[in-house]
């Protein structure tokens, strides 16, 4: 009893003041924060503010240079993506890796492949992976017309879905999404915004990289906001306003100054 309580107190991942520099350049410095089994954390930031350096430490493709970051209260240093994935930590990016010419079931199984028979006689399951691929789709709720289809004819957020759902299919416990939204437009955004709230329902733990306030408000239990590669604001969702995040997103004064900037000199 005490040990399942204790358990769910752990989180999935904590970074605890991170930093990371590329040579002289500080891009990450005392950055904390937590990811647990069903809740969204967003990481917001503007361009250059380190969200992909965060994405990179937390994937396995970069170490960090100081800090903690433990996965299930354990202190790691991930030696590379494989790694992190062996831990449970998928990671979807914008720009997905995925055969646009291949059927959706055989890009869902990519890397992966199931095969029956065995010798000279083995080959792919390709009734087990379309079965599969329909199935698993289906259980996030995704109505595909036709996993025969290329992947490269599905729209972006559909093949968005297709990747959250082959992240929870093969037993991801952390889904860490690069800006899933930046390319789509409002409705396909929020169709992908579903799927990510459908994986953390499945009890996958969140990571939801975006400069979109209104997208991570919609889904978000916990904010944090990066500028410049250091924390400019850590909020759960109980102690922020939308438009608290919105302002320090936009970066209050800064727009203020700006507005001064650009405002024309009135005609005398
Ligand atoms: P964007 O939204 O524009 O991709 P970001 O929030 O993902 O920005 P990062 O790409 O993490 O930001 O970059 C943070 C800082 O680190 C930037 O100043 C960037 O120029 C610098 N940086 C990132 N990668 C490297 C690298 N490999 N070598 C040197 N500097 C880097």
Same mark, same amino acid.
């Given at each position: ?9 752990? =989180?999935? +991942? ?19 924060? @937590? ?15 380190? #969200?992909?350096?965060?994405? #990179? ?23 590379? !993506?494989? /790694? ?10 914008? /720009?997905?890796?995925?055969? =646009? ?12 492949? =199931? ?10 399951? &390709? ?22 289809? !290329? ?5 972006? *957020? ?10 929870? $299919? ?5 889904? +860490?999404? /690069? ?7 409002? #409705? ?7 799927? +990510? ?7 996958? *733990? ?6 979109? =306030? $209104? ?13 410049? *590669? &250091? ?5 759960? #969702?109980?102690? &922020? ?14 727009? @203020?100054?700006?507005? $001064? ?8």
């Amino acid at each position: 009893m005490t040990t399942s309580t204790k358990t769910e107190s752990v =989180p999935l +991942v904590e970074l605890d003041d991170v930093s990371k520099y590329y040579g002289n350049i500080r891009a990450l410095e005392g950055v904390s924060l @937590e990811v647990r089994s069903g809740e969204i954390t967003c990481v917001l930031g503007d361009n250059g503010a380190g #969200k992909s350096t965060l994405i #990179k430490i937390v994937a396995g493709l970069h170490r960090h240079d100081a800090g903690t970051f433990r996965i299930e209260g354990e202190e790691v240093t991930l030696a590379n !993506p494989r /790694d992190a994935l062996d831990r449970g930590i998928a990671t979807v990016y914008q /720009d997905l890796a995925v055969v =646009p010419l291949m059927p959706v079931w055989r890009n869902f199984f990519l890397g992966s492949e =199931p095969t029956k028979g065995s010798g000279p006689f083995k080959r792919l399951d &390709v009734d087990l992976m379309r079965t599969t691929t329909r199935e698993a789709l289906l259980r996030m709720g995704i109505d595909l017309r036709d996993v025969d289809q !290329p992947i490269g004819t599905l729209s972006g *957020g559909e093949r968005q879905c297709v990747a959250i759902a082959r992240a929870v $299919h093969f037993g991801a416990k952390v889904l +860490v999404l /690069d800006e899933p939204t930046a390319a789509l437009g409002v #409705k396909q955004s929020g169709v992908v915004l579903k799927y +990510v709230a459908a994986a953390r329902d499945e009890g996958l *733990g969140v990571v939801l990289i975006t400069h979109n =306030p $209104h997208h991570a408000y919609l889904v978000g239990d916990r904010f944090v906001l990066l500028k410049r *590669g &250091v924390m400019a604001g850590s909020h759960t #969702k109980d102690s &922020v306003t939308l438009d608290e995040l919105t302002r320090q997103m936009a970066g209050g004064t800064e727009l @203020e100054d700006l507005r $001064h900037e650009l405002e024309r000199p009135s005609a005398t």
